[in-house]
């Protein structure tokens, strides 16, 4: 490695130097001075920048509108920028200007100590555990592992109460024969005649302000009037329509998310998540994407006030797979 | 030798002159503190710390900083952000006009607050967001520049493991972060989330009620992942650091091949003070980066999205990119599920969104003792491999980078088919059909590159480099003339460091008639298979024309004996 080295200052504290760089300003004064001041001044835009940014603070006190928002932001922003940014160009500049540029060489040692050591450290823990017992003391050993094992107990036992137990509520929702089809954002009833062909809307059985969103997460659903005469029915659904209205649950059984765009010309529900894609009149079954099975159909009428309601509760449970779901 | 420095010039050395006795205060008040910790061994060790400069070695340091610019900016968000989910009603008062009077919870209510109504606060949230990308694209960037350098070789296989925990912890933490809000994007992506854990068999539903404290959304989710947020993960991550920096401090940093530099010394700048000032300034400068994109970028616009819904959901919506390659898996995958005995399997969530992360981190963590075993090296490695050098390696990286970048193109296929008016579901097949076909491609494509690369770096080392000029020699014959590479260029291709094939197996039988073991045991069959496969060169190793297979002796030697290069000489004259 020594013979490699070319310059080495005898004496010196610092590490040898293998290749001495001399820049211009190394050797000409005046050059430094001048590198110097190049520094100062990037430190004093910095300090310009940090009394720029107290300015922007106090001169614009409230934000009272998006503008005055914007406009703090951008100001903020920016002074905030040339501060750390003058920072950081003058203290490279200094490193890379005025320190020296030398490459030095230092010998990496080796990290593992001598065999010897090894086989004093490794005689050290033989000789511990012989002091310990607990090779011929089995009743210590048996005892301190049932101890330990016992007690690693508690700690899963105490999160038992993160949460409920899941048990069949992932199964039901709050939709019961004879709910009402009310209007999510209204809480109206919807009535026959309010949606015109080709629309839809979302529905759900109690106004939303009164669920709770653990219910109102799954409760969502879709009422769509078809074009006249073009739903297939599935078998054993031929009285779930109401007169080309249809009612499908509006959560994704690929992985939940609300179900919110509606192709009107194709009668394709697309999951924007996704790209999970049912088609309506088909009992929305599954044409593309990664939802594995068809939204939920929930069967609708109409009551004698001309409200839509439903027949029954969905007959499966709606949203995402889960191993429990027969 | 020359200098690389830009107007440097070399001196010869300088007359020996020792130190200069320390002032006696500076010695009096470091021996205080020695005599109580002993640090003045520590100090002298560790103030003359040679650290190798390179660029690449500067990506984990804007990881670094960008953590505690993360720090930093977080905590002031927590003086302001109220992880609550009861429902309040966005003043008629507040700066936001379109949200006046809309119910929401308590965390995108404080989440309005800290941007519209605390000065600066919209920007220390635009920063803490642009640092948590700059933070995980940093890692990754760092973690390629680890794995394609094979800096993860022997004795540095534990900073890996705890880079891969970086990773996926930085993952984790990203994600918790940009769920706080309780805005619509993000509340998707919780739903998605709680999706993901209800199709994992068995314990899925279970694990999603204890986790959320009950059904999606769960009253109690956003305050536990606000601990998680503010307190778990960071003080894991922390932890973390500090152990992968004291562990790069005392392995020292890997260096490239080069002039002087062997797997036994460390070249470059001394840590005090330049390399201290210099990372200093590095530090300001990152912070400068995201300052200015916060000025000037908008990020995470949350008011414009609205309060989470569950019923509602924005079409196109985009996770941030580190998430955006689940996404894609998960768009990808076809629509399998089994029914078996009353219960559900949901191939098509648990594959792409449990199956695939958990292969790849696995992956990575194993991969370090998995080469070493293949290769049968297990030496200590302190030099940087270049990635042409180690074609198998590179290409396999290439190839895994290459699906990632599938996955992640995939996560916007919807974005994708509208832009370009293509049809969704021939994005989407393409995407599935570009799952099979592109990273075999690019291994392939990758090992030639790098071996045609690496051929190029042996042939000019060996025969010079082409000048570009012509000269007729005496004779009259035309010749271009050959320069040998200066010394320095040649000891930075590193081609003594070059992957040669793998070591030869056992005989079948050896010289006494004894079988081998070792050429019958199925495992070593298995690591001879990946060895021909991954590491073996598909071209003869060059040799430097010594016939010793090293060319970093540095006799790039020209082409003509000296005789004619005294013609050239001449030659030179009648061509000018």
Same mark, same amino acid.
């Given at each position: 490695? +020594?013979?490699?080295?070319?310059?080495?200052?005898?004496?010196?504290?610092?590490?040898?130097?293998?290749?001495?760089?001399?820049?211009?300003?190394?050797?000409?004064?005046?050059?430094?001075?001048?590198?110097?001041?190049?520094?100062?001044?990037?430190?004093?835009?910095?300090?310009?920048?940090?009394?720029?940014?107290?300015?922007?603070?106090?001169?614009?006190? +409230?934000?009272?509108?998006?503008?005055?928002?914007?406009?703090?932001?951008?100001?903020?922003?920016?002074?905030?920028?040339?501060?750390?940014?003058?920072?950081?160009?003058?203290?490279?500049?200094?490193?890379?200007?005025?320190?020296?540029?030398?490459? %030095?060489?230092?010998?990496?040692?080796?990290?593992?100590?001598?065999?010897?050591?090894?086989?004093?450290?490794?005689?050290?823990?033989?000789?511990?555990?012989?002091?310990?017992?607990?090779?011929?003391?089995?009743?210590?050993?048996?005892?301190?592992?049932?101890?330990?094992?016992?007690?690693?107990?508690?700690?899963?036992?105490?999160?038992?109460?993160?949460?409920?137990?899941?048990?069949?509520?992932?199964?039901?929702?709050?939709?019961?024969?004879?709910?009402?089809?009310?209007?999510?954002?209204?809480?109206?009833?919807?009535?026959?005649?309010?949606?015109?062909?080709?629309?839809?809307?979302?529905?759900?059985?109690?106004?939303?302000?009164?669920? +709770?969103?653990?219910?109102?997460?799954?409760?969502?659903?879709?009422?769509?009037?078809?074009?006249?005469?073009?739903?297939?029915?599935?078998?054993?659904?031929?009285?779930?329509?109401?007169?080309?209205? %249809?009612?499908?649950?509006?959560?994704?059984?690929?992985?939940?998310?609300?179900?919110?765009?509606?192709?009107?010309?194709?009668?394709?529900?697309?999951?924007?998540?996704?790209?999970?894609?049912?088609?309506?009149?088909?009992?929305?079954?599954?044409?593309?994407?990664?939802?594995?099975?068809?939204?939920?159909?929930?069967?609708?009428?109409?009551?004698?006030?001309?409200?839509?309601?439903?027949?029954?509760?969905?007959?499966?449970?709606?949203?995402?797979?889960?191993?429990?779901?027969? | 030798?020359?200098?690389?420095?830009?107007?440097?010039?070399?001196?010869?050395?300088?007359?020996?002159?020792?130190?200069?006795?320390?002032?006696?205060?500076?010695?009096?008040?470091?021996?205080?503190?020695?005599?109580?910790?002993?640090?003045?061994?520590?100090?002298?060790? @560790?103030?003359?710390?040679?650290?190798?400069?390179?660029?690449?070695?500067?990506?984990?340091?804007?990881?670094?900083?960008?953590?505690?610019?993360? $720090?930093?900016?977080?905590?002031?968000?927590?003086?302001?952000?109220?992880?609550?989910? @009861?429902?309040?009603?966005?003043?008629?008062?507040?700066?936001?006009?379109?949200?006046?009077?809309?119910?929401?919870?308590?965390?995108?209510?404080?989440?309005?607050?800290?941007?519209?109504?605390?000065?600066?606060?919209?920007?220390?949230?635009?920063?803490?967001?642009?640092?948590?990308?700059?933070?995980?694209?940093?890692?990754?960037?760092?973690?390629?520049?680890?794995?394609?350098?094979?800096?993860?070789?022997?004795?540095?296989?534990?900073?890996? $493991?705890?880079?891969?925990?970086?990773?996926?912890?930085?993952?984790?933490?990203?994600?918790?972060?940009?769920?706080?809000?309780?805005?619509?994007?993000?509340?998707?992506?919780?739903?998605?989330?709680?999706?993901?854990?209800?199709?994992?068999?068995?314990?899925?539903?279970?694990?999603?009620?204890?986790?959320?404290?009950?059904?999606?959304?769960?009253?109690?989710?956003?305050?536990?992942?606000?601990?998680?947020?503010?307190?778990?993960?960071?003080?894991?991550?922390?932890?973390?650091?500090?152990?992968?920096?004291?562990?790069?401090?005392?392995?020292?940093?890997?260096?490239?091949?080069?002039?002087?530099?062997?797997?036994?010394?460390?070249?470059?700048?001394?840590?005090?003070?330049?390399?201290?000032?210099?990372?200093?300034?590095?530090?300001?400068?990152?912070?400068?980066?995201?300052?200015?994109?916060?000025?000037?970028?908008?990020?995470?616009?949350?008011?414009?999205?609205?309060?989470? @819904?569950?019923?509602?959901?924005?079409?196109?919506?985009?996770?941030?990119?580190?998430?955006?390659?689940?996404?894609?898996?998960?768009?990808?995958?076809?629509?399998?599920?089994?029914?078996?005995?009353?219960?559900?399997?949901?191939?098509?969530?648990?594959?792409?969104?449990?199956?695939?992360?958990?292969?790849?981190?696995?992956?990575?963590?194993?991969?370090?003792?998995?080469?070493?075993?293949?290769?049968?090296?297990?030496?200590?490695?302190?030099?940087?491999?270049?990635?042409?050098?180690?074609?198998?390696?590179?290409?396999?990286?290439?190839?895994?980078?290459?699906?990632?970048?599938?996955?992640?193109?995939?996560?916007?296929?919807?974005?994708?088919?509208?832009?370009?008016?293509?049809?969704?579901?021939?994005?989407?097949?393409?995407?599935?059909?570009?799952?099979?076909?592109?990273?075999?491609?690019?291994?392939?494509?990758?090992?030639?590159?790098?071996?045609? $690369?690496?051929?190029?770096?042996?042939?000019?080392?060996?025969?010079?480099?082409?000048?570009?000029?012509?000269?007729?020699?005496?004779?009259?014959?035309?010749?271009?003339?050959?320069?040998?590479?200066?010394?320095?260029?040649?000891?930075?291709?590193?081609?003594?460091?070059?992957?040669?094939?793998?070591?030869?197996?056992?005989?079948?039988?050896?010289?006494?008639?004894?079988?081998?073991?070792?050429?019958?045991?199925?495992?070593?069959?298995?690591?001879?298979?990946?060895?021909?496969?991954?590491?073996?060169?598909?071209?003869?190793?060059?040799? @430097?024309?010594?016939?010793?297979?090293?060319?970093?002796?540095?006799?790039?030697?020209?082409?003509?004996?000296?005789?004619?290069?005294?013609?050239?000489?001449?030659?030179?004259?009648?061509?000018?």
């Amino acid at each position: 490695m +020594s013979d490699q080295v070319e310059l080495h200052d005898e004496g010196s504290v610092r590490p040898p130097i293998i290749e001495r760089v001399v820049r211009p300003q190394d050797a000409d004064p005046k050059k430094a001075d001048w590198a110097e001041r190049k520094i100062a001044f990037m430190f004093l835009v910095s300090a310009a920048g940090t009394i720029g940014f107290i300015a922007a603070y106090i001169a614009i006190p +409230s934000l009272s509108t998006t503008k005055d928002v914007r406009w703090s932001n951008f100001w903020l922003g920016i002074s905030l920028t040339v501060s750390l940014a003058g920072l950081a160009a003058g203290i490279i500049a200094w490193v890379r200007w005025i320190m020296p540029a030398h490459e %030095v060489v230092q010998e990496r040692h080796t990290l593992a100590a001598s065999d010897a050591d090894l086989e004093i450290a490794s005689q050290i823990i033989v000789v511990g555990v012989e002091e310990t017992g607990i090779a011929r003391r089995s009743l210590i050993k048996r005892s301190l592992g049932l101890a330990l094992g016992l007690f690693a107990l508690p700690g899963v036992l105490l999160l038992r109460d993160l949460g409920p137990l899941p048990r069949k509520t992932l199964d039901t929702t709050l939709w019961k024969a004879n709910s009402p089809l009310l209007n999510a954002e209204t809480g109206d009833p919807v009535k026959l005649g309010d949606l015109e062909i080709g629309s839809f809307t979302t529905v759900v059985p109690v106004p939303v302000e009164q669920m +709770s969103e653990e219910d109102y997460a799954k409760t969502p659903v879709l009422l769509i009037r078809l074009e006249p005469g073009i739903n297939k029915p599935a078998p054993g659904r031929e009285n779930w329509a109401y007169q080309d209205h %249809v009612a499908y649950s509006k959560i994704c059984t690929h992985v939940g998310c609300p179900i919110g765009l509606y192709q009107k010309q194709s009668h394709k529900l697309l999951c924007p998540c996704h790209q999970s894609t049912f088609d309506v009149p088909k009992a929305c079954k599954v044409v593309f994407g990664p939802a594995a099975r068809a939204l939920p159909q929930l069967p609708i009428t109409v009551n004698a006030d001309g409200e839509f309601i439903a027949t029954a509760p969905f007959d499966q449970p709606v949203g995402p797979s889960f191993f429990e779901r027969s | 030798m020359t200098t690389m420095k830009p107007g440097g010039a070399r001196k010869p050395a300088a007359t020996p002159t020792g130190p200069k006795p320390a002032p006696k205060i500076l010695k009096k008040g470091l021996g205080e503190v020695d005599e109580r910790f002993g640090t003045a061994g520590f100090l002298k060790r @560790n103030l003359n710390k040679v650290f190798p400069d390179h660029w690449s070695f500067m990506l984990g340091e804007i990881a670094l900083y960008s953590f505690v610019i993360l $720090l930093l900016s977080g905590t002031f968000l927590t003086f302001f952000f109220r992880p609550g989910t @009861n429902t309040v009603i966005y003043p008629t008062t507040g700066n936001y006009v379109p949200l006046r009077g809309l119910p929401m919870t308590e965390a995108f209510e404080s989440t309005l607050r800290i941007s519209f109504d605390v000065r600066g606060g919209l920007l220390i949230r635009q920063i803490h967001h642009w640092a948590a990308l700059l933070f995980m694209a940093a890692i990754v960037a760092h973690c390629c520049r680890i794995f394609f350098t094979g800096a993860f070789r022997k004795p540095r296989e534990t900073n890996w $493991l705890i880079g891969v925990g970086l990773v996926t912890l930085g993952l984790l933490e990203g994600f918790a972060g940009y769920s706080l809000p309780d805005d619509l994007l993000s509340g998707t992506g919780l739903r998605i989330a709680y999706g993901i854990v209800e199709s994992i068999p068995i314990v899925g539903t279970y694990l999603g009620s204890f986790v959320f404290g009950g059904q999606f959304p769960g009253p109690d989710f956003i305050p536990r992942l606000f601990t998680i947020h503010i307190l778990l993960v960071p003080g894991i991550l922390l932890s973390l650091i500090t152990a992968h920096m004291i562990i790069m401090w005392h392995q020292k940093h890997t260096q490239w091949p080069g002039e002087h530099r062997t797997n036994d010394n460390v070249v470059g700048a001394p840590f005090y003070p330049a390399f201290m000032a210099k990372t200093g300034g590095f530090f300001f400068a990152t912070f400068a980066v995201t300052a200015g994109l916060s000025a000037l970028v908008q990020i995470n616009p949350v008011w414009l999205y609205g309060p989470y @819904n569950p019923a509602q959901v924005g079409a196109g919506s985009q996770p941030d990119f580190y998430i955006g390659w689940l996404e894609g898996t998960l768009r990808m995958m076809p629509n399998l599920e089994t029914h078996v005995d009353g219960h559900t399997i949901s191939w098509n969530v648990l594959i792409p969104a449990v199956v695939i992360p958990g292969i790849l981190f696995t992956a990575m963590a194993v991969y370090p003792f998995l080469e070493a075993w293949v290769t049968r090296d297990y030496a200590i490695h302190n030099i940087c491999d270049r990635p042409r050098n180690r074609p198998g390696r590179t290409a396999l990286g290439v190839a895994v980078l290459t699906e990632l970048g599938v996955f992640l193109l995939a996560g916007g296929n919807d974005v994708l088919s509208e832009k370009y008016d293509i049809s969704l579901y021939a994005t989407t097949w393409t995407f599935r059909a570009a799952f099979f076909i592109l990273p075999p491609l690019a291994f392939m494509a990758t090992r030639r590159i790098c071996l045609g $690369l690496q051929y190029r770096d042996a042939h000019s080392a060996q025969h010079g480099y082409e000048t570009g000029r012509i000269v007729m020699l005496a004779n009259g014959e035309f010749i271009e003339v050959e320069a040998a590479l200066p010394e320095d260029v040649v000891a930075r291709m590193g081609l003594e460091y070059r992957q040669g094939p793998p070591p030869a197996l056992e005989p079948p039988v050896d010289e006494h008639g004894v079988r081998s073991k070792s050429r019958h045991n199925p495992l070593e069959k298995v690591r001879g298979r990946i060895g021909a496969f991954l590491y073996e060169p598909d071209v003869e190793p060059l040799t @430097n024309g010594h016939g010793d297979g090293h060319a970093s002796n540095g006799h790039a030697d020209g082409e003509l004996p000296a005789a004619e290069q005294t013609e050239l000489t001449s030659g030179q004259g009648h061509t000018d």
